[in-house]
């Protein structure tokens, strides 16, 4: 299996988000939740659920598999975006983040953590995380994975 680097990049970042305590594996529940977050049903049809913890070599198989290179990583980021705005006003809300988060078994972070990173994305200072504020985050993540500069 050859990835890309922008694949092997997304990769990196859907396997941390699906292994919030860096145990170096996925459960096969936490893999079910996020899909089922996502609430795309053409994409959970095609996906076969794993039956056992999935380590990184086996989550890049299957995703590349099915990923086959349609998606951008904006796509993604809109589609992850959708899937935490619940309310669908179009922004997320520190209550939106930490349901999301603690969905996915991150329960270390604390209320005061949760609250500075909307601050730290919140550029409008409305207290939210607007669709391109997260896009920005997201994408300077990205380049921090590829080690580019940031500024």
């Known amino acids: 299996m050859s990835l890309t680097h922008a694949q092997e990049i997304e990769f ?3 396997f941390a988000l699906f292994d919030p305590t860096n145990s170096g ?4 529940k936490a893999f079910a939740d996020f899909l089922a977050l996502l609430n795309d049903p053409a ?7 794993p ?8 989550f890049c198989s299957l995703m590349a598999q099915k990923h086959k290179g349609k998606e951008t990583s904006d796509e ?8 935490i705005n619940k309310d669908g ?14 969905h996915f078994g991150n329960s ?3 209320e005061h953590d949760i609250d500075e990173i909307v601050h730290e994305a919140d550029v409008s200072g409305d207290g939210r995380i607007a669709h391109e504020e997260f896009l920005k985050i997201m994408q300077k993540s990205e380049k921090k994975l590829r080690g580019e500069h940031i500024c």
Do not use: H, M
């Open 43 to 49: 994409l959970t049809a095609s996906v076969t659920l």
């Open 51 to 58: 039956t056992q913890p999935l380590d990184y070599k086996g």
């Open 76 to 83: 993604a980021y809109v589609t992850f975006f959708n899937a």
């Open 89 to 102: 006003s179009g922004n997320i809300s520190s209550a939106e983040l930490r349901s999301a988060l603690q």
């Open 108 to 110: 270390a972070l604390t």
């Open 12 to 14: 990196k970042e859907a």
């Open 25 to 28: 594996t996925i459960q096969p």
